[in-house]
């Protein structure tokens, strides 16, 4: 298919790579993009320039910073006997902006998955044990993805800390304004084992 | 709201303004290009610095190009008698997709609408009579949105047009693959008024 010029299909073709666009959606971001030249396609090139030449793994926690150390792990305000374990840094965001804790993060950047051949060693599983000891932290907050791999690599963490720490994980149960006919079976059951006297 | 350092929250604001991503995908997407930095991120701002230089409007037809008349309207192959009108870019795109049309293209840049003040002159509509004189056009084909304003143009379009060549419109009917049960009520009325001997 060749329906526009080479450099705009070049732009069509890498923008289709993105997460949540197709080819469709490619085009018609690209066709918007030319109309703001301007006001968009310039400074969304510039941006990304910046970015790339910026961004970078916080040596502390794993969190994308733009310095060494990011600006959570070298803030004083934030506590430091807890650390909030995240499978990535959009679930790290996703805890700061519902704005609940306080304290550190450790980014895993995974979670362990036999079918995708990924273990301990390949996550930040290791570093983690390590920070625990170094930075006297009492308490493990697992905020992991309630999936199957999620929820494995929750127990196996758990057993690596085990005597070292305390270990908790986010609570199971209905979302607030969710509707119990929408839910699936298995939240209704953890909402049901982890109900509480009112 | 302040997760990531500036630049990275800069590229977010900027993605999230393409059409088709919100803020949560926008987040997922910079997220992805700062993983994939080397082999998207760096080709991705380059590629939108080329489309920035160079892409350009025909100034035969309006589509998207990189020289001063685009590969259809300077192409030797296409028929010269018969003239597409599309409402934009990507309509155009999707007719060069189907392949079923050797002629050349008119592309209006939008649709008529009293409501957003667009008239014939925001139009290429003039430049379209213009065209149809200047160039001997035996056919417009009017390759328009089944939409109020799509159609209101066309009709406005037809007027203007009328006596100087014959005015055709694309056939409203049953989708290739289209289940009945599914198609709204204004396709089943215009495929059945349209409905041909066998």
Redesign the interface.
């Known amino acids: ?1 060749h ?6 299909e ?2 069509i073709d ?2 289709a ?5 197709g080819p469709r ?1 490619a ?8 109309r ?2 301007g006001i ?13 030449a ?2 970078r793994e916080c040596v502390v926690c794993g969190n ?4 060494e150390i990011c ?1 959570i792990c070298s803030s004083e305000k934030r506590a430091t006997g807890e650390l909030c374990v995240v499978e ?3 679930d ?2 996703a805890m ?2 519902a704005g609940v804790f306080k304290g550190r993060y450790h980014v895993l950047g995974g979670t362990l998955s036999a079918l995708d051949a990924v273990g301990p060693e390949e996550l930040r599983i290791p570093k983690l044990v390590q920070r625990v000891a170094d930075e006297g932290i009492s308490e493990v907050i697992l905020a992991l993805n309630a999936t199957i791999d999620g929820q494995t690599t929750a127990h196996y963490i758990a057993e690596e800390l085990d005597g070292r720490c305390d270990v908790t994980s986010l609570a199971q149960g209905v979302p607030i304004g969710g509707e119990l006919d929408y839910l699936d079976d298995g939240t209704i059951t953890a909402a049901m084992k982890a109900r509480k006297a009112l």
């Open positions: 298919m329906e526009a010029p080479r450099e705009i070049e732009l890498l923008m790579k993105l997460p949540g666009l959606s085009r018609r971001a690209v066709l918007y993009l030319i703001k030249r968009l396609l310039h400074p969304l090139a510039d941006a990304m320039h910046a970015v790339a910026t961004a994308v910073t733009t310095s600006e990535d840094v959009a790290l965001w700061e902006r």
